[in-house]
C-alpha cells in the first residue's frame, strides 16, 4: 500500500531538480579549458606540415594522409566510446584520454620518418576519440538545461586550442626545432588534472541523479529521426569540408599566392581560427535563444557569399573575409549536436561522438581528396570549387520544427507502508 505525495515530499523534490539543473558554470569552463589545452596538443601537428614537407619532400597528397591518419582514428572510435558511456558511464575515462594524447605527443617530437608520423597522430587520434564524446556528455549534464551555451562554451576551448597550435608552431617550433614539442607535454599534465575534477563532479552529480526522474518528450517517428539524421550529416560535411581546405592548405595557399613567409601565414591561419573560435561561442546562446534549425540554417548558407569571394580577393581582403567565414561558418556544429541530441533522448554520448567523429572522419578523407586535387590544378582552383560547399545549406528546409523541449519533472517516490 502506498499514500500520496506529502508538501514536504514535494517540496523536496523540487529542490532536487533545483539542484540538478542548475549550470555548473565552473565544471564547463573546466571542460572548455581541458578541451583548449587537448587541441593545442593536436593542432601541433598540422602547424608542422611545411617542417615535414620540406625535411622529408612530402607530397599535398601525402600531407592530406597525415590528417586522414589522425581524424580517421578518432572518427572510428568516438561513436562507439560516446555509446559505451551512455549504457555504462566510466569514471576515469577523460584523464585517461588525455594520457593518450600526451604519449602521441611525445612521438611526435621524436617523429624521424613518414611512418612514425603517422603512428603519432594516430595515438593522438585515440586520445581525441576519448575526451570529445564524454566532455561532450559531461558538458551537457553540467548546462542545467542551456545546452546550446554548455556545448558552445565547451567547443569555443577547442577552437581556441585549435588557433593557438599554428602561432605557437609559428614562434616556437619552427625556431626551436620538432623537439621543442616536448615542452607541449606540460599541457597534458596539467588537462589530467582539471579532468580528475571533473570526473568527480560527474561521478557525484550522477549519484544525485538517481533521485530525479526526467519526463521524456515526444518522440518523432523513427523514420524522421533517421531522415533528418542524414541531413544533418550531409551540412556538417559541407562545413567540415570546407574547413579542411582551410586548416590544411590556407598557408601554402597564402604563401604561393601572395608571396608571404611562413610566419606571416601562421598568423594569418591563426586570425582565422580565433574567428571560427568566436562564432562557436556565439552559436551556443543563439541556438538557445532562436532555436537549433535557424542556426544551422543560418549559419552554412549564410556563409555562400563569403567563400564565393574569397578566391578573388587581395591579401588584405583575403584576411578580412576569412574572419567573416570564420564566424559565421562556425556557429553550426554546437547547434548541429544539440539538435541531433535532442532528436535522440538517452543517446548523448553516442550523439557526440557520431558528430565529432563524422567532423573528424570527414575532414579527414576531406583533406586526402584536396590535397590529391591540389597536386594536380593547385590551390587556387581548390579554394574555387570549396567556395561553393556552403550552398548544400539550402538542405535545412528539410529540417523539421525542431520539438518542444522536454521539461524536466522531479518524481518522488511515495513512501511504502
Same mark, same amino acid.
Given at each position: ?41 593536436? !593542432? ?8 615535414? &614537407?620540406?625535411?622529408? %619532400?612530402? $607530397?599535398? @597528397? *601525402? =600531407? /592530406? ?70 566532455? !561532450? ?8 538545461? &542551456?545546452?546550446?551555451? %554548455?556545448? $558552445?562554451? @565547451? *567547443? =569555443? /576551448? ?86 579542411? $581546405? ?172
Amino acid at each position: 500500500m502506498t499514500t500520496a505525495p506529502t508538501y514536504a515530499d514535494v517540496e523536496s523534490a523540487a529542490e532536487r531538480r533545483k539542484s540538478a539543473e542548475t549550470t555548473a558554470v565552473g565544471v564547463i569552463v573546466a571542460l572548455s579549458a581541458s578541451h583548449m589545452l587537448n587541441d593545442v596538443m593536436q !593542432s601541433l601537428a598540422p602547424a608542422l606540415y611545411p617542417v615535414f &614537407r620540406d625535411e622529408l %619532400a612530402l $607530397s599535398f @597528397f *601525402q =600531407v /592530406g594522409i597525415i590528417t586522414f591518419v589522425f581524424q580517421s582514428t578518432a572518427s572510428l572510435l568516438q561513436p562507439l566510446i560516446g555509446l559505451a558511456a551512455d549504457r555504462r558511464p566510466m569514471k576515469w575515462i577523460l584523464p585517461v584520454g588525455m594520457a593518450f594524447t600526451l604519449i602521441g605527443l611525445f612521438l611526435l617530437a621524436f617523429a624521424k620518418t613518414y611512418l612514425l608520423i603517422l603512428a603519432s597522430v594516430a595515438v593522438i587520434g585515440i586520445g581525441s576519440a576519448v575526451f570529445h564524446p564524454e566532455a !561532450s556528455r559531461v558538458a551537457r549534464a553540467a548546462s542545467g538545461g &542551456r545546452h546550446g551555451f %554548455a556545448q $558552445s562554451l @565547451f *567547443q =569555443v /576551448g577547442g577552437n581556441f586550442g585549435q588557433s593557438m597550435g599554428p602561432l605557437l608552431a609559428a614562434f616556437v617550433v619552427v625556431p626551436f626545432g620538432q623537439h621543442s614539442v616536448l615542452a607541449f607535454t606540460i599541457l597534458a599534465l596539467i588537462a589530467v588534472f582539471l579532468l580528475i575534477r571533473v570526473s568527480r563532479w560527474h561521478a557525484t552529480h550522477r549519484a544525485q541523479r538517481k533521485h530525479v526522474s526526467i519526463a521524456a518528450g515526444p518522440s518523432l517517428p523513427r523514420a524522421v529521426v533517421i531522415r533528418t539524421i542524414a541531413v544533418l550529416i550531409i551540412l556538417l560535411f559541407s562545413k567540415v569540408l570546407y574547413l579542411a $581546405s582551410i586548416g590544411s592548405y590556407y598557408t601554402f595557399y597564402l604563401m604561393g599566392a601572395f608571396g608571404v613567409a611562413l610566419q606571416t601565414a601562421q598568423v594569418m591561419l591563426f586570425v582565422f581560427l580565433a574567428s571560427v573560435a568566436a562564432g562557436t561561442f556565439l552559436g551556443g546562446p543563439l541556438t538557445d535563444q532562436f532555436g537549433a534549425k535557424f542556426v544551422i540554417w543560418g549559419s552554412i548558407l549564410g556563409v555562400l557569399p563569403f567563400t564565393l569571394l574569397l578566391p578573388h580577393l587581395g591579401l588584405v581582403g583575403t584576411a578580412i573575409c576569412s574572419i567573416a567565414i570564420g564566424l559565421v561558418i562556425s556557429s553550426a556544429f554546437s547547434a548541429i549536436v544539440v539538435y541531433a541530441q535532442e532528436l535522440t533522448p538517452g543517446n548523448v554520448g553516442a550523439v557526440a561522438g557520431l558528430f565529432f567523429g563524422l567532423s573528424f572522419g570527414l575532414g579527414g578523407i576531406g583533406a586526402a581528396l584536396l590535397g590529391a586535387i591540389a597536386d594536380c590544378t593547385g590551390l587556387g582552383f581548390v579554394y574555387q570549387i570549396c567556395a561553393f560547399l556552403p550552398a548544400i545549406g539550402l538542405l535545412g528546409a528539410l529540417l523539421p520544427d525542431p520539438r518542444a523541449r522536454p521539461e524536466a519533472a522531479a518524481i518522488a517516490k511515495p513512501p511504502a507502508v
